[in-house]
Nanobody, 118 residues
Framework: QVQLVESGGGLVQAGGSLRLSCAAS????????MGWYRQAPGKQRELVAT???????IYADSVKGRFTISRDNAKNTVYLQMDSLKPEDTAIYYC????????????WGQGTQVTVSS
């Protein structure tokens, strides 16, 4: 069984920073892609950033230059450093990880609230 535990959300003023973490644990053979998605009230879940096992990254246009995704393979953990936060970044942030146990399976974290006040 695999678990994802997220941390690091909270309330911050516009222009501030937050760092999200998502740690995977359990019966893990390997981890391929890791990423972050977000969902604002009344909107669909959208991709924020992803990082491959080879550390190639993809960012949504709305966060390029402000957010940085990284991973620590030894800790099975993915991070999202969020700088220059804007009110429109307010959402629930979910980590998303592809983990190979007996097969390759996509897992979601429980979500962490990020609120940016103006």
């Amino acid at each position: 069984q695999v678990q994802l535990v997220e941390s690091g959300g909270g309330l911050v003023q516009a222009g501030g920073s937050l760092r999200l973490s998502c740690a995977a644990s359990g019966s893990i053979f390997s981890i391929t892609s890791m990423g972050w998605y977000r969902q604002a009230p009344g909107k669909q879940r959208e991709l924020v950033a992803t990082i491959t096992s080879g550390s190639s990254t993809i960012y949504a246009d709305s966060v390029k230059g402000r957010f940085t995704i990284s991973r620590d393979n030894a800790k099975n953990t993915v991070y999202l450093q969020m700088d220059s936060l804007k009110p429109e970044d307010t959402a629930i942030y979910y980590c998303n990880v592809y983990i190979r146990t007996l097969s390759l399976t996509r897992y979601w974290g429980q979500g962490t609230q990020v609120t940016v006040s103006s």
